[in-house]
């Protein structure tokens, strides 16, 4: 099975890192969703959530402001100008 390796980090920390099966995040053009072996893309973030499923079915919310998102080979890079995980 194919699994995305995600890292969310802003600028001054590390939010969360770890295997996903499905990203979804709100771009400046839109709500994107990423799963493995999605075509690269880089795409500007929007204010919102970014909602990460982990390979174990987890559901992790982190709240992203500014910055982008980059997909490449099964690699997801959420670099947020401020970012902090959802608390629920």
Do not use: C
């Amino acid at each position: 099975m194919s699994e995305l390796e995600v890292d969310v980090v802003a600028a001054d920390h590390e939010v969360w890192s770890g295997k996903a099966k499905l990203v979804v995040a709100r771009t400046a053009d839109g709500e994107i969703g990423v799963m493995p072996r999605h075509e690269p893309v880089l795409a500007t973030l929007a204010h919102g959530d970014v909602r990460i499923t982990t390979v174990t079915g987890e559901l992790i919310v982190a709240r992203a402001d500014g910055g982008f998102l980059s997909v490449e080979n099964d690699r997801v890079a959420v670099v947020a100008d401020e970012a902090s995980l959802a608390q629920g």
